[in-house]
């Protein structure tokens, strides 16, 4: 997928602004705090329905407006081109559209333009909780498989629900219970076809994930996911079919009934899963350097990008915020060169730009520079 152009008006620091984008690699250079995350978050806008910077979207409207808007134009394989806009107004919300009808919606938005983003937040993938794993995974997933997403936005509203009863718990047991069963019963339905899509899209991606390390890191240490879920052996799961996990998952359901009247909410099913990272048998979180780390979750977005390339009719969009930061030169030369050699459009910001200054006098075909500078955009050569 290529974005042709992007416009965006009251967006942050950006007025108005119009970009022509190049078809391979745009690099958006310019100082700290000129506007050039503000570009790579509003093509996310465009491809996720949100921020990846902004907890809210109220933040992003310009100091002093009341409105912003996004608009990109696209252009695929199979489809001709297309527009995306995202409106938002304190008033009334937000509003995505394509091709200027409202999407009834935000879901109905993803894997239009499948999209992988690098940034500053993929610390926490490998060092914090267990949420970023998830939240990895379901992106992941989501963006080839709209009945996954509708299953995961199915069972965050099913433990919604069976939270506030859990909650409210002060009725009598026998009266809870039936008033649960419902719930259980969609619970272990729906959450069953979510662990089954996350296990075989572990085991699909390893070989991408080796593929990317090794191009980032030299073969060496080998890198390793498993899915973490409430069943300790992960391979016997493995060969399952949905009903089985469906019913492994009631009984540890059963189980965990009292813990569960405890601590009023659901404690067991796949909103409390988890990725567990290896190098060799080595666990990343517990015993990786901090240079481990960055290659590991580098590695992850890139065979995100090279597992789309299979999966995917359209060729992701990928955004790589201030990656060349971290990097140590000749790792940046081999991300810009895998970059060069991938057939997709991709997007960089660099504040510090003499790292790859070397490319400029290459590759005038297929990289394009901007040039950003409070809020104003230029292209340079
Ligand atoms: N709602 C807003 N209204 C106006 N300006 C805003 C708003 N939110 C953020 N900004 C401005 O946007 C700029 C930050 O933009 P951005 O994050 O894109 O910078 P950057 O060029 O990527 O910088 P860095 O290299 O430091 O990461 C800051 O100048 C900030 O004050």
Redesign the pocket.
């Known amino acids: 997928m290529i974005s042709i152009t992007l416009s965006l008006t009251n967006f942050?620091?950006h007025h108005q602004t119009v970009v022509e984008w190049g078809d391979h690699v745009n690099i958006i250079t310019?100082?700290?705090?000129?506007?050039?995350?503000?570009?790579i978050d509003a093509l996310h806008y465009l491809c996720m329905g949100r921020s990846f910077?902004s907890s809210s979207d109220q933040?992003?409207?310009?100091?002093g407006a009341a409105s912003f808007l996004i608009k990109g134009l696209f252009r695929g394989n199979i489809r001709s081109q297309f527009e995306i806009a995202c409106a938002y107004s304190r008033g009334e919300g937000k509003k995505l559209f394509v091709n200027d009808s409202p999407l009834e919606r935000h879901a109905d938005l993803i894997g239009r333009v499948p999209v992988v983003l690098v940034s500053q937040n993929d610390r926490k993938l490998t060092g914090e909780g267990p949420a970023e794993r998830r939240s990895f995974l379901d992106a992941l997933i989501s963006q080839t498989s709209p009945a996954y997403l509708d299953d995961l936005i199915r069972y965050r509203r099913i433990v919604r629900q069976r939270n506030r009863l859990l909650f409210e718990h002060s009725m009598d047991r026998g009266y809870l219970n039936v008033l649960l069963e419902p719930w259980n019963r969609q619970l272990v339905e729906t959450g069953a076809r979510i662990i089954s899509g996350r296990n075989k899209m572990v085991s699909k991606f390893c070989k991408y994930l080796k593929f990317a390390h090794e191009q980032l890191a030299g073969s060496g240490l080998e890198p390793a996911i498993s899915y973490k879920t409430f069943c300790s052996d992960q391979q016997s799961f493995l060969s399952l079919n949905n009903e089985e996990i469906a019913d492994a998952y009631r009984s540890e359901l059963d189980e965990a009934y009292e813990r569960e009247l405890d601590r009023r909410q659901t404690v067991i099913g796949p909103h409390r899963d988890d990725l567990v990272f290896f190098l060799d048998d080595m666990e990343l979180r517990k015993f990786g350097s901090q240079g481990q780390h960055r290659i590991f979750a580098l590695a992850l977005k890139m065979a995100q990008l090279y597992f789309y390339r299979d999966e995917l009719e359209d060729l992701p969009v990928f955004l790589l915020d201030?990656v060349f930061g971290d990097l140590d030169p000749s790792r940046t030369d081999t991300v810009m060169n895998m970059l060069l050699q991938h057939n997709g459009q991709s997007f960089i910001?660099a504040?510090h730009p003499d790292k790859i200054s070397g490319f400029r006098d290459q590759e005038h075909a297929r990289i394009a520079w901007y040039d950003?500078k409070d809020g104003n955009v230029s292209s340079t050569e």
Not at 59 to 63: F, I, S, T
């Open positions: 942050r620091n310019g100082p700290n705090g000129a506007g050039k995350t503000n570009l910077t933040y992003v409207v310009r100091q201030d910001t504040a950003v």
